[in-house]
């Protein structure tokens, strides 16, 4: 059924919550019962507000902690906007674009810790993983989507009803997802020649530094490795090293630039053909006709607006 093409991921959520409700009902598996008490107790409506938790404090722990987090998360985004050109058929994002969704991330993390909600915005894998999975890339339904989640997220039966989803379907819906992200984010590597041994080794060092390091760093008796003298210091860097994308990211981007190898070795020959063949981008202009004023002098100066010079060469 066609229904079931459009809506997957609701439809695989329903089902498997009710099934799984049922079989713990009955004593089949054990596990956690669904709490009709907390949909009971869960107030209807709740609108937040500006320090409803009270005035935040800053320290210097805390600037160093959250800019380490910051950075790690700028890594991921970046890989995530490639990817998600990549799933929808678009041109890979121009420098103006990048620059325009990282500002915005760090715009709407600075209104979240405005309204106290305890965690930061930013580019979500597992959406990119939705995407694939959903094969719907339209931008009007993403809009959508957003407004239909803000005047959900004022309701909290809707939340507390969240909470009666199983771990384990969770978990089944998060395999597929990060499977997508994962085989999308190789399929990347196409245009590199895997047939040569300094990319092997790159790929292959990478991605297990990328895994075993924040593994390592995550046990609480190496929670002291790093001893520089400095607490506020030690505590960025392990954040840096407990993110296995920063730690990933990081070691690719070291030896792809520090090992010898030719443009075409390394992908980046037929990457830039491609580029060059590319038709106008028009899928990065700014809304409401804005990008007519990429001739304004002053535009080069704004890193996310795009230029005369950005335009042409896309």
């Not at 990328?210 to 490795?225: C, D, H, Q, R, V």
Request: hydrophobic share 45%; proline share 4%.
């Amino acid at each position: 059924m066609k229904i079931f093409q459009i809506f997957p991921v609701l439809f695989s959520l329903v089902i498997c919550s009710i099934i799984y409700h049922l079989l713990n009902y009955y004593g089949v598996i054990g596990g956690r019962a669904l709490k009709i008490s907390v949909l009971e107790q869960t107030e209807w409506v709740r609108v937040p507000y500006p320090f409803q938790w009270g005035i935040p404090t800053v320290s210097v722990a805390g600037v160093l902690g959250m800019l380490a987090g910051s950075l790690a998360s700028i890594v991921e985004s970046i890989g995530d906007y490639y990817i998600c050109a990549k799933l929808s058929g678009a041109p890979a994002p121009p420098r103006h674009a990048i620059n325009r969704g990282i500002g915005m991330e760090g715009f709407m993390c600075l209104l979240a810790g405005v309204m106290g909600t305890g965690n930061g915005t930013t580019s979500y894998s597992e959406n990119i993983g939705a995407m694939g999975v959903t094969k719907v890339g339209n931008r009007r339904a993403v809009q959508c989507c957003g407004v239909i989640m803000i005047v959900i997220g004022l309701f909290c039966k809707f939340s507390a009803l969240l909470v009666a989803v199983p771990d384990s379907v969770v978990g089944g819906i998060f395999i597929v997802f990060c499977g997508m992200i994962t085989s999308t984010g190789i399929a990347n590597l196409l245009l590199v020649d895997m047939k040569s041994t300094r990319n092997l080794i790159i790929y292959g060092v990478s991605v297990v530094l990328g895994l075993i390091t924040p593994y390592w760093f995550g046990k609480e008796e190496n929670s002291a490795a790093i001893a520089t003298g400095i607490q506020d210091v030690d505590e960025a860097i392990t954040v840096l090293l407990r993110t296995g994308v920063f730690v990933g990211t990081a070691s690719a981007v070291i030896l792809d630039n520090t090992m010898p190898g030719t443009l075409e070795e390394r992908g980046l020959g037929q990457w830039q053909r491609e580029q060059d063949e590319a038709p106008d981008n028009q899928v990065y202009d700014l809304p409401f006709g804005i990008s007519k004023l990429i001739y304004c002098k002053w535009c080069r100066f704004v890193p996310f607006w795009p230029t005369v010079n950005e335009e042409t060469n896309s």
